[in-house]
C-alpha cells in the first residue's frame, strides 16, 4: 500500500506536464496533450455544467510498453447542489498513458535546472479554457484570444474582469496558458500543491477476522444477550456493532498516518468508511472495451481540508472515500483519455 500526502512543490514548474506530477488543483497537468477529453466528457451528470480539476496521480506500469506513462485524472462539480448522498454522478474519472516513444516528452527525463525556469515549451498542447485549463476549443468573439471550455466558464471570466480588458484591448498576451493563474477567477479552482506518494509501514496490528471469528462473535452476542431468539430491538444493536467495526477500523488505519489524503494499491484492499453503500460486482461497470475494473486507488476525507471548500459556503463537497477503479487491461483503443469509474461512499448518518 501506497499513500499520498500534499506537499508545496520546490518550484511549481514541477507541477508542470514534463515532471508528470501527481498533484491536487490548479488546471491538470495534461499527458497527452493535443487530444483532450472534451467539454461533453468533462460536464457534470447531474447539472451538466464543466466539472473543474481535483486531483491527478501519476501511476505508471511498467508491465506494458503502452504505459510507460500513465496517469489518472479526477474533475468534480464545483456545483455545491450536485454532491448528494452516496452519489457520483458529480465526478468524472480519466485514464492516459504513453509509450515512452512518443510525441509530446522527450525518452530522457527532465534535467534538475530546468526545474527553476517556467517556460518549459510544450509542443503540441491543445487549447486550454484559461479558466480551468481543460480543452478550450471557444474563444472569445470580440478580442480573439481568450479560451474557453464553455459559455459557462466565458461568463464567469467575463464577470471577473475580462469585460475590462477585452473591451480596452488590454488581455494579458497568453504565450501558453497551460500554467494555473489563481487570479483568472479567484477561488475558483482549488488550491494547487504537489501530492507525494510514500509506501505505507507496516505496523503489526492485529489480523482482521476471519468470518469464523465474526461467527463466534455473534454467538457470544446471542448467549450474552438472551437464552432464546433475539428481539428486534437486540438485531438492531448488534447491526450497529458491526457498522461501527468498519468505521472504527477506518479510524484506526487513518490514526497511523493522518495526513494520507490517497491510499494507493492496485487491485489492493479498499479501507471502507462504512459498511453502507459498499458496491457489489455489478455495481462496478466493466471497462468499454470488456475487460472488468480493478481498484486502484482512493481519496481519502483528509483531502477536504487543503481544498478550502469550508470558507466558501461549499461544505456540500464532500466524502467519506471516493474509490477510484480503472481497466484492468489499460486498454488503448480509441481516444487518449479513456472514462474510468469512482464510487462514492459517505459516512453513516
Ligand atoms: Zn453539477
Ligand atoms: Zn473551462
Ligand atoms: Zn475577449
Ligand atoms: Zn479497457
Known sequence: MDLGFVEKPESRCTLRSPFFPSKVGGFPAWLDL????SSDETSCGVCRCPTVFLLQIYAPDDSNEATFHRTIYIFCCRNPACHRRNENRCYNVFRCQLPKANPFYSEEPPKEDSKQSVGVDLPGLAALCWVCGSSGPKSCGKCRQARYCSKEHQLMHWKNGHKGECSSGRVPQQQQHDFYDSSVVPSFLFPESLIVIEEEEEHNDDPAKTDEERMADYRA????????????????????????????????KIKKEPEQVVRYQRNGEILWASSEHVPNEVDIPRCQCGSERLFEFQIMPQLLNYLEVDSLSESTIDWGTLVVYTCGKNCSEGDPYHKEFIWKQDFSS
Do not use: A, H, I, N
Open 221 to 252: 452476542y446471542v448467549r450474552e444477550k438472551s437464552e432464546g431468539v433475539l428481539d428486534d430491538d437486540q438485531l438492531e444493536d448488534f447491526e450497529t456493532s458491526q457498522k461501527d467495526k468498519v468505521f472504527m477500523k477506518f479510524k484506526k
Open 34 to 37: 493535443s487530444q483532450l477529453p
